[in-house]
């Protein structure tokens, strides 16, 4: 029986794609602590250092990026940055690892962090992971491998998240997968109270998500609300793959600067209606893919 493939085997042949991070699926499914989720900036330099580490990302080992590489994909200062690691540094993370007998491990992102005092032209970040995230990255067998400019290009840090989580699926048979809502909210890594009416989750997080995401990705995504009597207590998140024209606009919206990238977004989509109704035909229409069920 043919060995199975390993994240650090689709680390290595991603390693010429300046733009491909791979990132482990156990890592891309973590669950944050209630109100513990990264900012958008953090979770950017999170996807961008486990870039920079590549191939080694699961050693036991220091890792070394110049400070001027992570200022200039940023553009802010030294100080905005290294309040983005010590987020890192400080966040604890729980990790669902598959197997025999399947567990939850628990630690933070970042197990030591240096950085030089003086920052001049060779001045470096050095960084290790936590064994937490070194081991189950190790061991992953199932990946996303996500666009670099898609991860900057993000303005809401739930877009960022559920970007990844539908990335590990967006390949898969299936189209769709459902979350009951206590289970999405420790996705979002929402504190209790935030956004706890429906109306507010919807429009705050979930239609703006769809608008990003249906916007920047390679794939659209959409979702269902699910009622249990007259209160909501699932979503059902669904996705499916763009046609040509649509991942090469996507491509070129990458390539613009971010000035003017909101109202593009409204110009191209009046409505999340029409986003869903669009996902719903390509679906539809799709060889090989089974139609959501339900009305979009």
């Not at 991603?14 to 944050?32: C, M, P, Q, T, Y």
């Not at 200039?72 to 966040?91: G, Y």
């Not at 699910?226 to 390539?255: F, M, N, Y």
Request: glycine fraction near 6%; hydrophobic fraction near 45%; aromatic fraction near 6%.
């Amino acid at each position: 029986m043919a060995k199975k493939a390993t994240t650090l085997d689709a680390v290595r042949m991603h390693l010429d794609n300046a733009d491909a991070i791979v990132a482990a699926g156990e890592v891309v499914d973590l669950r944050f602590k209630s109100g513990n989720q990264l900012s958008l900036r953090a979770a950017k330099l999170f996807c961008l250092l486990v870039q920079e580490a590549g191939i080694d990302v699961a050693a036991d080992k220091q890792h070394c990026v110049p400070l001027a590489a992570l200022n200039e994909t940023f553009h802010r200062s030294a100080d905005d940055l290294f309040e983005a690691i010590a987020e890192l540094h400080s966040t604890t993370v729980s990790v669902q690892v598959a197997g025999d007998r399947p567990y939850t491990k628990s630690g933070p992102i970042l197990a030591d962090v240096e950085r030089e005092t003086e920052e001049t032209a060779a001045a470096e970040v050095r960084f290790e992971f936590s064994k937490t995230l070194r081991q189950v990255i190790g061991d992953s067998t199932h990946w996303a491998a996500v666009s670099r400019r898609a991860v900057l290009s993000f303005e809401s840090k739930f877009s960022l998240r559920l970007y990844l989580l539908l990335s590990l699926r967006a390949g898969l048979r299936k189209t769709s997968e459902t979350f009951e809502m206590d289970d999405l909210r420790h996705i979002l890594g929402l504190e209790e109270g935030k956004f706890s009416r429906w109306p507010d989750l919807r429009r705050f997080v979930l239609d703006r998500a769809v608008a990003e995401i249906n916007h920047l990705a390679g794939f659209r995504m959409g979702y269902i609300p699910i009622k249990k009597g007259r209160k909501i207590t699932a979503v059902k998140l669904t996705w499916g793959r763009k046609d040509l024209p649509e991942l090469i606009e996507a491509q070129k919206e990458l390539e613009r600067t971010r000035v003017g990238r909101a109202v593009r977004r409204e110009g191209k989509a009046e409505t999340i209606a029409d986003e869903r109704a669009a996902l719903a035909d390509s679906l539809a229409n799709a060889p090989g893919w089974s139609a959501i069920e339900g009305e979009l």
